[in-house]
C-alpha cells in the first residue's frame, strides 16, 4: 500500500494544472522526441503524432492501405502516374481548406534534406523508388509520378514511421521554417507539450471523419472527447497505481501485471501479439562480427524457448523471422531458425577465431520494454558457452541515437510493426554506407528485396520472402528473437478503447458521465 501511494504521488507532481472530468488520460512510457512527422520520433512519438496529422494514405487494420485524405485513387496503366483526388470539405486546424497546393508543399519540404525526414531515401531514389514529379492538377486534385513499377508505393506513403507523409498546414513552421507545432487534418489539435511531463491535445471540431468504425489508421476517427493528455509514466508500479486510483485511463502495461490489474475492479486488460518485433543486432563492420561464423556462434547459445519464458509472462512464442505469425506471407519456411546448440556454438567460436574479447552488448532503460531483460539474459547465455560480455545501458534517446548512427558493437533493439514483409525487411536491410541504421547490405539481397517491392503477384512475393529468410538465418546479420505481445489496461469510465499494433488510439473513444 505504501508503495502504491508513493507511485500515486507521481501523478500529483507531474499535473501543473487540474484535469477537467472529460479529460482523457493516456499513460506513454516516455516523453515524445517532437512533434515533426517522421522526424526525430520513435513509436510514442508517432502514436501522439498521428492524432493530429494525416496523409493521403492510411494502414487499416489488415494491413492493407486505405483512403485517409484521398477520396479516389487513380494508377496508370504503365504504374508510374498516381492522381489523388482530395476528399471534399477538409480543413486544417487553423480553420484553411485543404488544397492540392498544401500536398506538394508538404511534400517538396519532406524532400528536401534539411527537413531531416526519416523516410526520404525511401523516395529519393536511393533504395530504389523515387518519386520523380508532384503537381496540383486542380484544388482537388494531386499527381505524383514515380521512377517505375512499385507494389510499396502506397505501403510507404502510410508508413508511421513516416508520420503517413502527413499533410500540414504552412503554419506549421516559423517564419525562418523552422518547425513550430503541428497544423494538421487529424481529429485532434495541437495544445501544449511540457516536455518530460506531458503532452495536451484538444478536440478538432472541425474534423471530418471517414464513416464505419474503427480500422487501423483509415477509418472512422472521431473525437468524442474535449481533451487528450499524454501523460509520460515511464515507471511501471506507477502506471498500474495510476489505473487504479483512476489518475490514468488508458495504458500499456507490463505482461508482469496483467493478471493482478485483471483481478481489479472495474479495469479492463486486452492483450494481443503484434508485428513489433525484438532482435539482437550485430555491428558487421566491427572486427569481431564481420565473420558470420561469430553471429551464428551467439545465435547458437541463445535457448530462445527459455529466454521467452523469463523476460515475459504473455505466452509468446520465440519468431526468428521478420514476418509476424499472423501475416498470411508467414509461411513454413518462415518457421525455419536457429536451433539452440551451445556445442556448435563453441564450434563456431574457434572457427571464427574468438580469443575471448569483451564484447559491449547496448541496450535501454525504459522499464515497459523487455530489451534489459532480455541484454541480461543473453549475457548470460553468451558466458555459458564462453563469450564474455558487459550490458552498456544508456537512456532511450542515446539508444536511438547510437541505433541510427550504427554506433554499437552488439545491440537488444525493438523494431516497429511494419505489415508488408517487404517493409519489414526494409527495416533493417540496405546500404549501410548511405543509412548506419541498417544491418544487412548484402547487393543480392538488396537486389532481391527490391524485386519484391516491385511486384504484386503474392506467389512470387511468397518465393522471395522465403529465400530471403533463409539467406538471414544462413548469414546472421541480425536474430530476431520474437514479436511483442501487447497489454493495454482502461478503466470503468472508457469506452470504446482498442488499441492497435501497440498504440493508443483516442479517437472514437468516449468516457461516462
Known sequence: MLTRLASVAVFAALSTAPVAAQTLTVALKADIRGTNPGVNRDDDTDAVTL????????YGEGGTVKPMLAEQLETSTDGLTYTFALRKGLSFHNGASVTAEDVVWSWQRYMNPKTEWRCLADFDGRNGLKVEAIEA???????MRINEPNALFL???ARTDCGSAAVIHKDSLNADGSWKAPVGTGPFKFGEWKRGQQVVLT??????????????????????????????????????????????????VL?????????????????SITAARHALLFQTNDPVFKKPEMRKALAAAIDFGQLVAIVSDLGVKPNNSTIHAKSTYHSEVQNLGYKYDPTLAKKLLTEAGYKGERLKITT?????SPSFNIAVVLQSMFQAVGINSDIDVVEWATHMDRFLKGNYQLMVHSYSARLDPALSFEHFTGPKAQQPRKVWDDPDVIALLDKASRIEDPRQRQAIF???????????????????IEAWASIARVEGFVPWESRARAWEVSLKQ
Open 466 to 484: 522465403d529465400d530471403l529468410h533463409k539467406r538471414m538465418i544462413e548469414d546472421a546479420p541480425l536474430v530476431m528473437l520474437f514479436n511483442s
Open 364 to 368: 535501454n532503460n525504459r522499464k515497459s
Open 155 to 157: 505501403f510507404s506513403l
Open 203 to 252: 478536440r478538432f471540431d472541425g474534423y471530418k471523419s471517414l464513416a464505419g468504425g474503427l480500422d487501423g489508421f483509415a477509418g472512422g476517427k472521431r473525437p468524442l472527447v474535449p481533451e487528450v493528455r499524454f501523460l509520460v509514466v515511464p515507471d511501471a508500479a506507477s502506471v498500474k497505481a495510476g489505473l487504479i486510483s483512476g489518475q490514468i485511463d488508458i495504458a500499456e
Open 137 to 143: 492538377v486542380d484544388p482537388s486534385t494531386v499527381r
Open 51 to 58: 492524432h493530429m496529422v494525416e496523409g493521403l494514405v492510411a
Open 255 to 271: 505482461g508482469s501485471d496483467v493478471a493482478e490489474l485483471k483481478k481489479e475492479k472495474g479495469i479492463t486488460v486486452q492483450t
